[in-house]
């Protein structure tokens, strides 16, 4: 009887894999037409000054409308994009949509965009950007590329090249999720970092955890100390915002202060003389 009742889990099992094996081919497939189909959209999410409120530029987040599936979260294709390469070109179209974007802006506002490892250690990449600066005219100092460090480690040397090479443009480089994965200080030191990020994890703990606290303090210490500014991820209550003032952090970011969304919603940050959302509905 339990025999049975074990080889029935199995079956079901091996049912449920199998339709998670072909789920994920058929998302490898579609991912590799999703760019082609303009099923891509950029999201913007402000990032800003704790101490003045001020917006400082926005993080570019990848959103893909599938036709059958509806929004599918980066952090599931995101992953099968890197596996396969289709990561290559979709980074890509993510990169020129994004200077092209905030070259129409007013306001000389940054804009950060994520650079998976695939992206980093392909060859080229450096120029690849070089490239889409010129065609579309966006100063370089208001691009931010956002790398983990676990993007790094594949080929320490190798990224280290390119880096430099991407910072030799006049690009800014910042350190996303700092404190999650392989963290390592020396990385911080050997890079040529311009910015950390505080993970949303510890970000969310800061009023629960002693700990969190703790962590949260030491990274801003790390920063003073190397003259890094930190942007803390995640803020969703104005206790963390006050914590993080309170503690001299510089940036926030976070749906406290705004949710990603399509960037004509953030009109009244990019205009000169924007109107607000209020003056917009009234
Ligand atoms: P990330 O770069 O660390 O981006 C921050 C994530 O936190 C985003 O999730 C954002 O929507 C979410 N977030 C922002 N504020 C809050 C908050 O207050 N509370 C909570 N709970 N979450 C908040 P999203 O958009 O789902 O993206 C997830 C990850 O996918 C990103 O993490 C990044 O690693 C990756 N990703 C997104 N777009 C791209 C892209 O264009 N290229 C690459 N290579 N990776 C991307
Ligand atoms: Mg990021
Ligand atoms: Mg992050
Ligand atoms: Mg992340």
């Not at 503690?247 to 940050?269: D, M, N, T, V």
Request: net charge negative; with cysteine.
């Amino acid at each position: 009887r339990a025999k049975q009742e074990g080889r029935g889990r199995l079956r079901f099992y091996e049912a449920r894999m199998g339709v998670q094996v072909r789920e994920r081919r058929q998302i490898e497939h579609d991912l590799r037409h999703a760019v082609e189909r303009g099923e891509l959209q950029v999201v913007y999410q402000p990032q800003t000054r704790i101490d003045s409120g001020e917006a400082v530029g926005f993080e570019a987040l990848l959103r893909w409308h599938h036709p059958e599936r509806g929004i599918v979260p980066p952090n599931l294709f995101i992953p099968i994009a890197e596996e396969t390469g289709s990561i290559l070109g979709i980074g890509e179209w993510v990169l020129r949509e994004t200077c092209r974007e905030a070259v129409s802006w007013d306001k000389p506002l940054r804009i950060a965009v994520n650079v998976s490892a695939v992206q980093l250690h392909a060859p080229g990449f450096a120029e690849l950007v070089h490239e889409i600066l010129f065609a579309t005219g966006l100063s370089p100092a208001r691009l931010e590329l956002e790398i983990t460090e676990t993007a790094l480690i594949r080929d320490l040397p190798r990224a280290l090249a390119t880096l430099r090479r991407i910072k030799a443009l006049g690009v800014r480089i910042a350190m996303d999720d700092f404190g999650t994965g392989y963290s390592s200080l020396s990385n911080l030191r050997a890079f040529p970092f311009d910015k950390i990020k505080i993970d949303a994890s510890f970000t969310r703990a800061v009023d629960s955890s002693e700990q969190a606290a703790t962590i949260v303090r030491t990274v801003l210490g790390l920063g003073r100390g190397l003259g890094l500014p930190v942007l803390a991820e995640g803020v969703e209550t104005s206790a963390e915002l006050a914590f993080l003032d309170a503690e001299s952090c510089q940036e926030a970011q976070g749906y406290l202060i705004g949710r990603p969304g399509p960037i004509g919603g953030f009109q009244h940050l990019t205009a000169e003389h924007g109107k607000s959302a209020a003056e917009d509905a009234a």
